[in-house]
């Protein structure tokens, strides 16, 4: 990694965001529970880089990644869930990348999200 980059590894992104989503006061989390699956398998089969390494993923425009997953699902877009999902991700890779470098040996103690009531 160059310029002193954090590795992230996706199990601890979709933890924290799994985490997240069932501690707060959402009507049916399952829902979104269930968009982390499918976004992951998203990234996962047209965004390897990037899902091997998610902090790549802010090196792509956050509504750009929507259009572009948006156009392999079978409806040509992404689903609501799906879209916060996304937000989700981005909002925790800019908290724990930018989170002091003196902290990178301990990544559960920046393995977390802001507060989202979406």
Do not use: T
């Not at 979709?14 to 529970?33: H, N, T, V, Y």
């Not at 499918?38 to 047209?46: A, F, G, N, S, W």
């Amino acid at each position: 990694m160059s310029d002193g980059q954090k590795k992230i590894f996706w199990v601890n992104v979709k933890s924290a965001i799994r985490q997240d989503i069932s501690s707060r006061d959402i009507a049916d989390p399952k829902i979104r529970l269930r968009a982390i699956e499918r976004v992951e398998e998203l990234l996962r089969r047209h965004f390897p880089k990037e899902y091997s390494n998610p902090v790549e993923l802010l090196k792509i425009d956050k509504d750009f990644l929507v259009k572009r997953l948006g156009q392999y699902k079978d409806k040509g877009q992404l689903a609501g869930s799906e879209k916060s999902i996304i937000k989700n991700i981005y909002e925790y890779l800019k908290i724990n990348c930018n989170a002091s470098s003196s902290n990178n040996d301990n990544i559960e103690e920046n393995n977390r999200l802001p507060n989202d009531n979406s």
